[in-house]
Structure formats: structure tokens, C-alpha cells
């Protein structure tokens, strides 16, 4: 079976700064999906960022970036120029090849980003 | 488009009570799933649909049943709640199960038994 952990439960970073949230997963498969979630405390969970582990080079959407380690079965995401409206809850997920679109979440890291 | 929505959006039940989470979407999406949160955790699946009159088991699905009988709907049903079943329940849907399709969310049905 597939797991996700996260073991970073808290963190915060100072705005502007950058910071980067850790996730590892355990499987036996090749061909799979990583993605990072964002819940903001309105309880909205929005996509961030999505890997496929047959691309080596990483994911980037705008200020965030993955460091995709598929050897170490490692995915952390980076979040540069930390904004206020970066706080949020956020999940790393693991989706099998499969195509059911079934997602196993991590635990979570709470991100606080102060002024 | 409305997206995925989901009523109520909270709820306290009494111990063996029953009720029915509601769960639309308008974005004619075949696939519908269903999640709970249990707090400072991750979303676990519960059930999950790839279309009208397909259903299937997630990670949780004791305590729990689903249909779909519509593209639209997905409802979830508690038919003896428990203390156990308290969380946040949310319903999401996909055009596919693949990975480039993105998962849309509800915004959560907050459920309290007690």
C-alpha cells in the first residue's frame, strides 16, 4: 500500500522569504502522480502544483517549485517570495497510474507566513 | 458554473441518527469522490464513482454508503452515526481519473456526532 508522510506538522516563514515543506511516500510502483494541495482556512482545497514521476525535470507554477526525488521517494515543494496569503494547511498527495483519480494525502503542514 | 457543492454545510447528529450528505457538480464530470478530514489530518477516501451507476470502495468506507444514479449528484449516506464519524466530509469531481485532470473540491460538510 501507498503512504504519505509529511513530517513537518508546523512551520512559518517570514513574508518575501522562502521556504520549503517536505514530503516523502513509500510505494512500489514506477509510473505514478505527486501534488501539492493548499487549504487556506476557508476550507478550499486548491491545487498547487502537480508532478508526473516519469518527468525528471521539476514542476514550477509561478512561485512555487517542487524538488522531485524519485530514487529517494521525495517530493518537497518550495514556496519563494512567501506571501500573507500563503497560510494555509497544506497536503502532499500521491495518485496512482490507474487513471480512478483516487488520492492518498499526507498529514499536513500548517504554514503560518508573518508580516 | 456553480463547480462542487455540497450541503449542508454543518451538521450535529445524536448517536445512530441518519442522514445524507448532498453532493452536485455541474461540470458534467464523470468521476466523484468522496473524502473525510479528521482534525490536523489528511483527507482519507471513503467512496468514489467513474460514472452513473459505478461505484467503489475507498481507504474508509465502513459506516458509509453512496449512489449515482446521476453524472450530477453523489450522495453519501450515514445510516447509524458514531462519535468515530465526526470530521469534515468533502466531495470532489474530475472529467477523468487522470492525472492531468484536476480535482475539484466542495467546500466541506462539517459533521459532529454526538
Known amino acids: 500500500a501507498q503512504t504519505v508522510t509529511q513530517s513537518q506538522p508546523e512551520m512559518s516563514v517570514q513574508e518575501a522569504e522562502t521556504v520549503t515543506l517536505s514530503c516523502t511516500y513509500d510505494?512500489?510502483?514506477?509510473?505514478?502522480?505527486l501534488f501539492w494541495y493548499k487549504q487556506p482556512p476557508s476550507r478550499q482545497m486548491i491545487l498547487v502544483i502537480r508532478?508526473?514521476?516519469?518527468?525528471?525535470q521539476n514542476a514550477t507554477e509561478n512561485r512555487f517549485s517542487v524538488n522531485f526525488q524519485k530514487a529517494a521517494k521525495s517530493f518537497s515543494l518550495k514556496i519563494s517570495d512567501s506571501q500573507l496569503g500563503d497560510t494555509a494547511m497544506y497536503f502532499c498527495?500521491?495518485?496512482?497510474?490507474?487513471?480512478?483519480?483516487?488520492?492518498?494525502f499526507g498529514q499536513g503542514t500548517t504554514l503560518q507566513v508573518k508580516p | 458554473n456553480a463547480g462542487v457543492t455540497q450541503t449542508p454545510k454543518f451538521r450535529i447528529l445524536k448517536i445512530g441518527q441518519s442522514m445524507t450528505l448532498q453532493c452536485t457538480q455541474d461540470?458534467?464530470?464523470?468521476?466523484m469522490y468522496w473524502y473525510r478530514q479528521d482534525p490536523g489530518m489528511g483527507l482519507k477516501l471513503i467512496y468514489y464513482?467513474?460514472?452513473?451507476?459505478?461505484?467503489d470502495k475507498g481507504e474508509v468506507p465502513n459506516g458509509y454508503n453512496v449512489s449515482r444514479s446521476t453524472t450530477e449528484d453523489f450522495p453519501l449516506r450515514l445510516e447509524l452515526a458514531a462519535p468515530s464519524q465526526t470530521s469534515v466530509y468533502f466531495c470532489?469531481?474530475?472529467?477523468?481519473?487522470?492525472?492531468?485532470?484536476?480535482?475539484?473540491f466542495g467546500p466541506g460538510t462539517r459533521l459532529t456526532v454526538l
Open positions: 461540470m458534467n464530470h464523470n468521476y
Open positions: 470532489a469531481s474530475s472529467y477523468s481519473g487522470g492525472s492531468t485532470d484536476t480535482q475539484y
Open positions: 508532478q508526473e514521476a516519469y518527468k525528471q
Open positions: 498527495a500521491f495518485q496512482r497510474s490507474s487513471n480512478t483519480g483516487k488520492l492518498i
Open positions: 464513482s467513474v460514472g452513473a451507476g459505478i461505484t
Open positions: 510505494t512500489s510502483e514506477n509510473n505514478y502522480y
